[in-house]
């Protein structure tokens, strides 16, 4: 994706992934003033920029925060998903002993930092680019 603003009165091109430009936006636009020149991109990325840019009423970083927050909720289902399907593969002894492989342990640890990895930067990302009043 590659996206054109000015951003308090200068040209600032955003180029690289979808997620990536969305967040850089988010950061260089900062308690500035923010507006769109122009996005090339593929279909669907302009479908839901487009969409996301009606919904926010033309404001850039709003919708730049709301892709990025979409973008990470996305990815922890996708993370909560494979821990469940992980501790599904679990062993029941007699006695009613819970038997976990160890490596499936350590698969699902890693993937819970993952998650708390994303979730501390989604905190991060929103909750600093609130609009006031909210």
Known sequence: MEL???VDGQKVKFQGSFKKVMEDLLLTGKGKSVQLMSVHSSQKELRRFKRELRRCNKDLLMTARR????YYRSEMRKIRRTIKELRKR??????????????LL????REEKRLAELDK????????HLPAGT
């Open 90 to 103: 679990t062993r029941y002894l007699s006695k009613g002993q819970i038997f976990y492989c160890k490596n």
């Open 106 to 109: 350590e698969r699902i640890e």
């Open 4 to 6: 054109w603003a000015r």
């Open 121 to 128: 930067r989604l905190c991060d990302l929103v909750t600093e």
């Open 67 to 70: 892709i990025v927050e979409w």
